[in-house]
């Protein structure tokens, strides 16, 4: 008799994979819509929270589905918490949720990126992680913590760099991979970021009077000319730090470990958003410049590394970049 056919097993897993993916994506869509029409004042008063818990319940089985966890148990735990949250109405409940959506949502946005081999591909990515960023935020603001914006970003910028850590020690095949270039590299990453984070700790301490008043002058000047002032930790860490590091990635595994510190980015947009001294244009604006500024000394890093370990000439690098094809997961699978 004839051979029996077989219908391929990764037929219907395809298909609730994509099913998956769609439901996720009108989730969050529809949350966004009921965010906005909450800061527009329309609607009913709960939309912002429930737009809360729906994020931070699709972003943790994302974040799962993406590092390969257990993506309905970690969503139905993150569900579980909002839905306590937003009923118990408790301060401290309100605050450590917000906390986690924060932290969820920057570590979400770095997972999320893919190797890009030329400078264009990384802004592209880039732009990938401003968008999850933004959208996790509107998240956090949902829940209506009530923080010291001091402590917040810091503890919430702690927990996104020891949970990244954690992902991208498998994915960056542990610290002895990173060769002397990487171990430099990332040297340099936790110097600028500790610095980035002190720097105003530092300049309040040990800087003169003088040199304190130039600096809050221009901070005026640019709010008033400008509408917004970048922040240092964006332009000087995270958004480099992103460009960089999926820049190499094509190339070496490793480039994971520098993609780590642009939870420096992905992660202070939620600050941005949560303080209540700047509206809603302004941190537009913040997230804006400081992305463009990174983007500029994300380039100028690519392009030194180059000229220091590339090969020579113009049409050789056009080669390499062609054979830069690290193989990887696409953005809506699982990373191996």
């Avoid at 990635?249 to 958003?273: D, E, H, M, N």
Wanted: aromatic share 8%; charged share 15%.
């Amino acid at each position: 008799m004839g051979q029996r056919f077989q219908k391929p097993a990764s037929a219907p897993s395809g298909r609730l994979r994509s099913t998956t993916i769609a439901l996720a994506v009108a989730a969050v869509l529809a949350s966004v819509a009921a965010a906005l029409c909450s800061v527009l004042g329309f609607g009913p008063d709960w939309l912002d929270q429930a737009a809360a818990v729906t994020i931070s319940t699709v972003y943790a089985v994302a974040l799962a589905a993406r590092t390969g966890g257990r993506p309905f148990i970690f969503g139905a735990l993150a569900l579980a918490m909002g839905l306590t949250t937003v009923i118990s109405d408790m301060e401290r409940m309100r605050t450590g949720a917000a906390v986690l959506t924060a932290v969820i949502s920057s570590v979400l946005a770095v997972m999320a990126t893919v190797p890009a081999r030329k400078f264009r591909l990384a802004a592209r990515e880039v732009c990938v992680t401003v968008v999850v960023g933004c959208v996790g935020s509107l998240g956090v603001v949902g829940f209506r913590p009530t923080v010291s914006l001091e402590r917040y970003d810091y503890v919430s910028l702690a927990l996104a760099f020891m949970l990244v850590v954690v992902l991208v020690y498998r994915l960056g095949a542990g610290l002895h991979g990173l060769g002397r270039r990487g171990l430099i590299v990332v040297a340099v990453g936790t110097v600028a970021l500790t610095v980035a984070l002190a720097y105003a700790e530092l300049i309040r301490r040990y800087g003169s009077e003088e040199f304190v008043d130039d600096i809050l002058d221009g901070v005026r000047w640019m709010r008033a000319n400008l509408g917004a002032v970048p922040r240092p930790i964006q332009v000087l860490v995270g958004v480099p730090a992103l460009v960089y590091g999926t820049h190499l990635r094509a190339r070496r595994r490793q480039g994971w470990w520098i993609c780590a510190f642009g939870v420096g980015s992905t992660c202070s947009v939620s600050g941005i958003l949560i303080n209540p001294m700047t509206g809603w244009l302004e941190a537009a604006l913040i997230i804006v410049y400081s992305t463009i500024l990174g983007l500029g000394l994300g380039y100028v890093v690519i392009r030194v590394d180059l000229a220091l370990t590339g090969p020579r000439g113009s049409r050789a690098r056009r080669a390499e970049e062609q054979t830069a094809s690290r193989p990887e997961s696409s953005r809506f699978r699982p990373l191996r």
